[in-house]
T-cell receptor, first 116, second 111 residues
Framework: EAGVTQSPRYAVLQEGQAVSFWCDPI?????LYWYQQPRDQGPQLLVY????????NSQLPSDRFSAVRPKGTNSTLKIQSAKQGDTATYLC??????????????FGPGTRLLVL | QQKVQQSPESLTVSEGAMASLNCTFS??????FRWYRQHSAKGLEVLVS????GEKEEGRFTAHLNRANLHVSLHIREPQPSDSAVYLC???????????FGEGTKLTVSS
């Protein structure tokens, strides 16, 4: 079974530029998560979807970040007008609906973003 | 919101010696605790999931949960240099799928 895949693996931007990250979850997983992991910190949830619906986006900086999952499969996270503070690794994870407290989240390799 | 703290920040052990990592949390009502491992520039690999007080073993990795003391630990038996990585404690927030992570413990296993 293929794992969670993400692209690109690396991105380098100047401040003010836009960037998109793409995630393909494990087949059959209905829940998809995007995390931001600054250097030397733990991952912090930005947004998560069940199928195509946003369940929680309370930590997503809505003025510059957006995330979609239009068909309930792949997802795109976009940053408009990146800032140096957005420098981090962006991780995608997926899980299968069961008991919500017991679903294991499986993570992709991440996209490392550097904003100059 | 659940707060999660890990200790120590970094740990060096010799190959074959037991490694013990700690995690404390603020809300004892959660019942879903996980330990993940992250090798440099790679994604997270789940090691152990534990849902009730007591002990859960997965190969060389054993988690101990004591919700009354707001504490969960990970013990690595016979660590090898390939176990050198950052270990992350993660706890579900209330009844949701939201995971709250600690800052991680960097483990170095010397040969």
């Amino acid at each position: 079974e293929a794992g969670v895949t993400q692209s690109p693996r690396y991105a380098v931007l100047q401040e003010g530029q836009a960037v998109s990250f793409w995630c393909d979850p494990i087949s059959g997983h209905d829940t998809l998560y995007w995390y931001q992991q600054p250097r030397d910190q733990g991952p912090q949830l930005l947004v998560y979807f069940r199928d195509e619906a946003v369940i929680d986006n309370s930590q997503l900086p809505s003025d510059r970040f957006s995330a979609v999952r239009p068909k309930g499969t792949n997802s795109t996270l976009k940053i408009q007008s990146a800032k140096q503070g957005d420098t981090a690794t962006y991780l995608c994870a997926s899980s299968r609906l069961g008991h919500p407290n017991q679903d294991t989240q499986y993570f992709g390799p991440g996209t490392r973003l550097l904003v100059l | 919101q659940q707060k999660v703290q890990q200790s120590p920040e970094s740990l060096t052990v010799s190959e074959g010696a037991m490694a013990s990592l700690n995690c404390t949390f603020s809300d004892g009502t959660s019942n879903n605790f996980r330990w993940y491992r992250q090798h440099s520039a790679k994604g997270l690999e789940v090691l152990v999931s534990i849902f009730s007080d007591g002990e859960k073993e997965e190969g060389r990795f054993t988690a101990h949960l004591n919700r009354a003391n707001l504490h969960v630990s990970l013990h690595i038996r016979e660590p090898q240099p390939s176990d050198s990585a950052v270990y992350l404690c993660a706890i579900h927030q209330g009844g949701s799928a939201k995971l709250i992570f600690g800052e991680g413990t960097k483990l170095t296993v010397s040969s």
